[in-house]
């Protein structure tokens, strides 16, 4: 093995959506695999960075834009806030849910305290119960929008493509943030035919994103 390959130069990438993948390429300064002599660095390399997970996320609601809490380029990690839209009005309208929701509870109470007197008919109370039931699914729809409201990452990665800002109002389906893995990523290059004279598998190699500024690691699986 060579040196670690933090003491190799780094390729440096720039990003460039290409879908279905997301590729990332541009001129190399360097092709540090397992720090390899000064006069095989001396070429520039193209690569792209091939995602094995990536994901276009959607509003699921249509609301204002209160936050977009990272930017392309950014990292971020699993579970993280990347959207957050404005829910008062979703706030508001559970509000009302819950409110016919708790008297239908407090309706229906009142018919089985009558009821075991016999002073309410069978229907009535069957009525009240089926509207119970009814506003207790509209109060789950109302916890289903406002949960809605905050986007989260699936995975931990990267954003690469941001197609909203706060203030802006986002509909239901519209495409707001592309997010990538980098964690599995594999980076693929076309090289000359002397540098297979020490490129072999299992040499390690950095990358550095423009995008990203950030180091990234990898090893040669097959050639």
């Known amino acids: 093995m060579g040196k670690p390959w933090t003491a190799c130069p780094p390729i440096l ?3 460039r959506r290409h879908a279905p993948r997301l590729a990332l390429s ?3 300064l360097a092709l540090a695999m397992s720090c390899v002599p000064a006069a095989a660095l001396a070429e520039d390399v193209s690569v792209r960075l091939v995602a094995s997970r990536s994901a276009t996320l959607s509003a699921e609601i249509s609301a204002r834009v209160q936050e977009v809490a990272y930017r392309e380029g950014e990292i971020f990690s699993e579970g993280d806030l ?3 839209m404005d829910c008062s009005l979703y706030e508001a309208r559970r509000a009302r849910t819950e409110a016919v929701r708790n008297r239908g509870m407090r309706r229906l109470e009142t018919l089985e305290q009558l009821s075991r007197s016999g002073a309410t008919s069978g229907l009535e109370l069957a009525t009240a119960r ?4 009814a506003a207790e699914a509209e109060l789950r729809l109302a916890d289903a929008e406002i949960d809605r409201c905050r986007v989260t990452a699936p995975f931990s990665g990267a954003v ?3 197609r909203i800002n706060a203030r802006e109002h986002v509909s239901r389906g519209q495409p707001r943030i592309g997010i990538i893995d980098l964690s599995t990523s594999e980076a693929e290059s076309f090289v000359p035919s002397h540098v297979l004279s020490w490129l072999h598998g ?3 190699f950095g990358i550095m994103l423009a ?3 950030r180091p ?3 090893e040669v699986e097959r050639i």
């Open 13 to 15: 990438a720039r990003v």
């Open 26 to 28: 541009g001129h190399a």
């Open 82 to 84: 990347l959207v957050a």
């Open 130 to 133: 089926f509207e119970l039931d």
């Open 160 to 162: 690469v493509a941001t």
């Open 202 to 204: 299992g040499a390690r």
């Open 211 to 213: 995008e990203i500024s």
């Open 216 to 218: 990234l690691t990898g």
